[in-house]
């Protein structure tokens, strides 16, 4: 090979390969479900420790896995953040992760909290707990999800619809851990306590508790420490006279779900999206991402903020939360058997 010919071969070798892959290696493309304003924190951070920047394309979770499943090979994406291991199970069905192995991950994440096989990671938790209005019941007078059932409670009870996925996801747990005619048995039960026909989400369950319009209120726990964090005087006037409770704790501990994101299939920058997944394990990273939707670290002894610090303490359940989405669909079928709205 001539002079010529090697200055050729080393200027296309430059100016074709190398230097996209150099521009790629620089940004991670994330599509994401979580939108708080402290998660902008944990991008900036992993930038200025790594030099890699992130840019990101927000949604809504569902709505995000139909484009990446219409994307395909032609999308930018490289990573996933949703929240709900039942969506991450929809993710994981239409085929979209990628399977990671990674010593951090495994290390780091409880093992029920992740895909069995590296497919995503679980790196915030949150509980399916009670809500109560203190005038009207007593802390002693409910204490299981089974509670919710007994007839005394005819009329008092508020919960958002059954096409909602918290709601699937924690009759999959039961029908996971007792079985499909106990779950079913359960639902029935729930409905024939309901105070109204669902509506709203989460928060106007609570709102509905103060308002008197039902008792107890079956919501996810961000929701009622995000009003008790309020900075808002209506906020803070809606909790004043509610309290929450972890269903189970005598028994097989309270439902938990996750945040949590997975490595996409066609990500350009694979190794960018895992050094991301590894980053949120951090101690400093864990604290912002269960902070920004006051959630629960994964890893232990992560400091969030006082109001989830002092309902953190309590016995969550052991199940994989890949099990709600293995029967995700048995669940949607038990809520639409009985008429459950
Ligand atoms: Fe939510």
Redesign the pocket.
Known sequence: MNNKILFALLISIVFSGVRPAIAEDSTLHIYSSRHYNTDEKLYTDFTKQTGIEVKRVDGKGDALIVRLEQEQELSSADLFIT?DSGRLWRAEQAGLFDKIQSDVLDKAIPENLRHPEGQWFGFSSRARVLVYNKDKVNAGDIATYQGLTDPKWKGRVCVRSSGNI?NQSLLASMIAQEGEETAKIWAKGLLNNLARKPQGG?TDQIKAVAAGICDIALV?S??FFRLQRSENADDLAVVENLDLIFPDQNDKGTHINISGAGVLKHAKNKEAAVKFLEYLTSEEAQAYFADGNNEYPVIQNVQVNDIVEKQKNFKKQHVSVREFGVYQKKAKMIFDEIGFP
């Open positions: 929240v918290y989460d996810n961000y929701y």
